[in-house]
């Protein structure tokens, strides 16, 4: 059984996914403007959602793991997933509504943007999704799944 996590929220300046133990960098703005709180599930199951996401302790967004090396955070140079466990996140399949998340194949951020564009990338730019796979918020929650590894400390 999944537990929830608190502190998520969307950015309205990037359309980024952050969490709000640290203040982050925006790439719009010296801080986030964060809206609304959405919480995290955790889990244990990979079959809860596709593997392979992480917290970055330096913007303090949500990004794709896998693609760290090529990754570009606001705060400079790659994200960073040293502090995070390794998230999974639902996707959107052939019987459910588009969700407008997506990761973006500039800096490997989760962004919320109208058919795979919006918000601002590292350096302004618009997000741009790398792929046509959508991500699944679930109403006012999004849900990620944690698969192992510590909780994000708040400092």
Known sequence: MATFQGGWQWCSLC??????????????STEHARVGAM???????E??????????GRCSQMFWRAGEAASRCPGGGTHTSGESG??????????????????CG?????????EGTGGSCFDGAAHNAADDVQY?????ILKLMILRGPKIKRV
């Open 106 to 114: 500039r800096c490997q951020s989760l962004f919320s943007g109208y």
């Open 86 to 103: 390794p998230y999974a996140l639902p996707r959107v399949t052939a019987n459910r509504t588009p969700s407008g998340w997506y990761r």
């Open 39 to 45: 919480q995290v599930a955790m889990s244990t199951s």
């Open 47 to 56: 079959a809860d959602g596709v593997p392979g996401w992480s917290w970055c």
């Open 15 to 28: 359309s980024g996914l952050v969490h709000d133990s640290r203040a982050g960098v925006c790439p719009v």
């Open 136 to 140: 699944l918020p679930r109403q006012e």
